[in-house]
């Protein structure tokens, strides 16, 4: 029994001593923290375009579902790949748009 006595004695005394010490700590004043600038590199111009085609290209990043294309649809798209070739390339895309007022 005088063991569970001095566990109980010493437990009281960790508990009182804690909570003198809350106390003595609500009664400073907390020091004002100046929040700090972090500066991070800036990426290369197309860096990030370059490593989401490395993405694509190893196929790290893939679905395992399938979408597969409906023949009608496969068909068109074919249809419109073939008759691209009726037209030269242009030397030079010219936008023929208008900017909005």
């Known amino acids: ?3 569970l006595h001095q566990c109980l004695v010493g437990c009281i005394c960790v508990w009182m001593a804690t909570g003198a010490y809350a106390q003595d700590a609500k009664n400073q004043e ?3 923290v100046q ?5 991070l590199p800036q990426p290369k111009v197309g860096e990030a375009t370059q490593k989401l085609l490395e993405l694509q290209g190893r196929g790290t990043l893939a679905s ?5 294309m ?6 068109r798209v074919y ?4 008759d691209s070739f009726a037209h030269p390339i242009p030397e030079k895309l010219d936008s023929t748009l208008e900017a909005q007022k």
């Open 64 to 68: 395992d579902r399938q979408y597969p």
């Open 30 to 32: 907390t020091p004002k």
């Open 70 to 75: 409906p023949a009608a649809v496969a068909e």
């Open 35 to 39: 929040p700090q600038t972090v500066w």
């Open 1 to 3: 029994m005088p063991a």
């Open 79 to 82: 249809k419109r790949y073939v």
